[in-house]
């Protein structure tokens, strides 16, 4: 998943797409939806799977290091 930073300074959206669900918790497809805020703070809500839950994280590392699974979930960056 690799970090996307943008020059300019506004609020972007993404979601995560799995093609393969390397845990078995979430699925494949669109699994997550989430925001980048003009900080760097990212902040991802889980759409699929049985326990869903929102995340707040200090900036795209995190997630790319727990949910990237080797490639496995991209970030599909919407803004």
Do not use: K, N, Y
């Not at 506004?10 to 799995?18: D, G, I, N, S």
């Amino acid at each position: 998943m690799p970090t996307h930073h943008h020059e300019e300074h506004t609020v972007r959206r993404f979601h995560l797409q799995r093609d393969t669900d390397v845990s078995g918790v979430s699925g494949t497809g669109r699994v997550a939806e989430g925001v980048e805020f003009t900080d760097g703070t990212v902040v991802i809500h889980w759409i699929a799977g049985e326990h869903r839950s929102t995340v707040v994280w200090a900036d795209m590392a995190g997630p790319e290091a727990i949910h990237g699974h080797g490639g496995a979930t991209q970030i599909v960056w919407e803004d």
